[in-house]
């Protein structure tokens, strides 16, 4: 295996590539990367990564779910012992459609967050500005905008005694809990004082209800049963939206109760959804938010939980039958679509990438592929009130179509479909044409006021690629046809928002890049914007030949004016009003991560998505490759995202450099720890964090404990699932080619790597 000598300056300021327990860096034999032509195991290749835990991981609860209804779980395989899990992960179930707004006797509306600001050649236009955090002291206006609205939990789930007699965790012991990825379920196997107990979940396929089977003496002899809790809202919503106080007009109607079947209507302010609990016991209401089940003198109970956003009157499906939908559905997943199979690999860490795409798919699935686009915690948590951010899409979802999955993908996408005329509303109001599509923003499409998400644009051009990446998996007209509107219209953005200026359009002001860490007011013509932009733009242009159309005339002519990406002394700059990005960065100041304003060679290196991301036409391999060592030799990488790792390996692999690739993907930076959840954390650099953290406030006071992340650094969440999809994304690139690649896995080495690839689609 080639040295890794180009990453030397970047180990120096990281540490050493992490390798998995017990391996080290060596030479190894060179292994084939010639696909065998016996299909892959597919049953093998999801087992060998099933998710086993021996004690309780106060960072890592096991999420189950369908990707419009997610469940997180205890050590319990319940949501018993909140408690013991930290305060950034809360055990929650959350569903896409489940939102909420607090009242609004102000009447604020989109129009009280907006500002004017100065447009090169256009006037004033209207943006969701705060030019600083203090102003949304003085205006709470932003405040409620940002705030409203926000994803709510459904319920709290957990074991309980008849009695009403919570459990003590200090009477659990000798835990074993598997997810089975084969089939879906989550078997956890512990002791309570002494006696056994097996609980079993399962989340629905198609219908938003959680399973439960508990086996167990206690159930029959002292009643172990469960608890089902409707909380009410935190109104601090972040990162956990639950609250059991009595806060705001809630109220929980019982319409209709049998014997082993309940439902429920929950009304919190101006929002309602349904329930119902279907049990082989007995269900009694035990409190205002609260029911309990328990079994009629067996060692066993069953349990099912629905949610609907409407009153359901079908009869829900029995249990057994609802367990083969569960273990159909799974099957079916892991047999169908793409795959990649790294066994006969030589390389250390081929067993930890095979776990972490096995686990990507599976937590994807569950996050990452209901009906709105993903936010970025998924259904585990919430961050931003539980908005999704639209830039963040293709990183989340755009797998799904080049692993073979369109039909995942194109759950969220009629959500662009039904907010059209918002987004071509928001056009007209910075007189453009066609689609503007929000950044920060919930299902009624209103973007949220922010310092940045307002000038963010990179993600205008989403929609085409996604639809892209779509009919580049099935070929099918009907694909088309489906999202030819959607396509031109942003289009249309995409042509006329670019400000025309000596003979060429310019991308800003205003405009903050993909690199978050610019001026907006001064901003102009990112180099990955502008080749995105064009990319994009003859893509929609590709869509009209398909369908027999002509060219159209206006696209072509910002085709040809849209500016060129910047460059000065042979390297891309990141953005084309910085031209002394690289001496600044390369001076002793930012080479030793100064603070001083200047030095900008940190966040996302995203210029280099203009070869890797997309295949920018305009794009000098030679030029991004020299361009890309200055970033491993000069970048402040402490404070990268979990995107930024796979972007970089698929930036390698385009430039032939498939060992770098792989580098990169093992990147050992404080985002891109996965842990046994598959699940990475979102770190921040934080002066102000030490080395201890408190843990809880009990009665014998703060309890500490060690941050885990270590001084200088404050954990922001435990999961950030555009690790997990641009992972996948990377690695469908890597090994299933793109345009214009050749030979098989061609940004994988050839060494130590043995690649077999199954029904992906080579990316753009």
Not at 546 to 570: C, E, V, Y
Not at 634 to 642: A, E, H, I, L, M
Request: hydrophobic share 40%.
């Amino acid at each position: 295996m080639r040295l890794r000598s180009a990453l030397l300056a970047f180990t120096l300021l990281a540490g050493p590539v992490a390798l998995p327990l017990g391996a080290c860096a060596q030479t190894v034999q060179p292994a084939s990367a010639v696909a065998p032509a016996a299909p892959i195991n597919r049953q093998a290749l999801a087992q060998r990564h099933n998710v086993t835990l021996t004690a309780i991981d106060r960072h890592a609860p096991i999420m189950l779910g369908n990707g419009d209804l997610g469940f997180t779980a205890d050590i319990t395989g319940l949501q018993t012992f909140p408690e013991q899990y930290s305060e950034l992960a809360p055990l929650l179930t959350m569903a896409q459609w489940a939102w909420h707004s607090f009242p609004n006797p102000e009447g604020y509306t989109e129009q009280n967050g907006l500002v004017n600001v100065p447009v090169p050649g256009r006037g004033e236009q209207p943006y969701a500005w705060m030019k600083s955090w203090a102003e949304a002291e003085t205006n709470p206006a932003f405040t409620w905008l940002r705030a409203n609205p926000h994803r709510i939990s459904l319920s709290r789930i957990g074991l309980s005694f008849s009695d009403g007699r919570a459990l003590d965790f200090a009477k659990v012991a000798d835990t074993r809990q598997t997810l089975d990825l084969w089939s879906g379920a989550l078997t956890s196997r512990f002791t309570y004082d002494g006696q056994p107990v097996e609980v079993v979940t399962r989340v629905h396929p198609e219908l938003d209800m959680v399973m439960v089977e508990i086996v167990s003496p206690l159930v029959a002899s002292q009643g172990l049963g469960v608890q089902v809790r409707y909380p009410g809202v935190n109104p601090a919503i972040n990162p956990d939206p639950t609250s059991f106080e009595a806060t705001g007009a809630q109220s929980l109607e019982v319409v209709a109760f049998d014997t082993g079947d309940v439902r429920i209507r929950r009304t919190l302010d101006d929002t309602t959804y349904h329930s119902g609990i279907i049990a082989s016991g007995k269900i009694e209401q035990s409190g205002a938010d609260r029911f309990s089940v328990v079994a009629n003198g067996r060692d066993r109970l069953t349990v099912m939980v629905r949610f609907d956003q409407t009153a359901d009157t079908t009869k829900a499906p029995a249990y057994s039958s609802s367990v083969q939908a569960v273990t159909t559905h799974w099957n079916a997943f892991w047999t169908e679509g793409g795959a990649v199979d790294f066994t006969g690999s030589t390389d250390p860490r081929a067993a930890e990438l095979e776990r972490r795409v096995v686990l990507s798919q599976y937590l994807s699935a569950v996050n990452g592929a209901g009906e709105l686009p993903p936010q970025e915690e998924g259904l585990f948590s919430n961050s931003w009130y539980g908005k999704f951010h639209l830039e963040m899409h293709p990183w989340h979802a755009g797998w799904q179509a080049m692993w073979g999955r369109p039909e995942l993908l194109e759950r969220s996408l009629p959500w662009y479909l039904g907010n059209l005329d918002n987004a071509r509303a928001e056009a007209a109001r910075h007189g453009v044409k066609g689609a503007w599509w929000p950044k920060m923003v919930g299902p009624e499409g209103r973007n949220s006021p922010s310092l940045v998400s307002p000038f963010i644009m990179w993600q205008q051009p989403h929609p085409i690629l996604l639809a892209e990446l779509v009919w580049r998996s099935e070929k099918d007209p009907a694909v088309l046809a489906r999202y030819a509107e959607l396509v031109a219209a942003t289009a249309d953005l995409l042509a006329s928002w670019p400000i025309e200026q000596d003979g060429r359009l310019n991308l800003g002001t205003p405009l903050i890049p993909a690199q978050e860490n610019y001026d907006p007011l001064t901003t102009v013509n990112p180099t990955f914007e502008v080749e995105y932009f064009r990319w994009a733009l003859e893509t929609a242009q590709q869509w009209r030949v398909r369908q027999g159309q002509p060219r159209r005339a206006d696209w072509d002519q910002a085709l040809a004016k849209i500016a060129p990406p910047a460059m000065k002394d042979g390297l891309y700059l990141p953005v084309e009003s910085v031209p002394d990005f690289w001496e600044t960065a390369m001076s002793d100041a930012c080479r030793k991560h100064a603070a001083a304003a200047q030095c900008k060679n940190r966040d996302h290196p995203s210029f280099l998505m203009a070869y890797g991301f997309i295949p920018g036409a305009r794009i000098d391999p030679n030029a991004m490759r020299r361009t890309f060592e200055a970033v491993e030799q000069n970048w402040d990488v402490r404070q990268t995202w979990g995107w930024d790792f796979p972007m970089m390996a698929m930036t390698a692999a385009r430039i032939g450099e498939p060992e770098k690739a792989v580098d990169w993907l093992f990147a050992d930076l404080k985002n891109n720890q996965w842990g046994v959840t598959g699940m990475t954390p979102r770190v921040h650099l934080d002066e102000h964090a030490d080395e201890l953290v408190p843990v809880s406030a009990g009665a014998g006071g703060v309890e500490m404990s060690v941050n885990p992340d270590g001084a200088g650094y404050r954990r922001a969440a435990e999961t950030y699932f555009p690790s997990n999809g641009s992972l996948l994304m990377a690695v469908g690139l890597m090994a299933g080619g793109w345009d214009g690649s050749t030979g098989h896995a061609p940004g994988f080495p050839k060494e130590g790597w043995t690649v077999r690839v199954e029904g992906l689609t080579p990316a753009p």
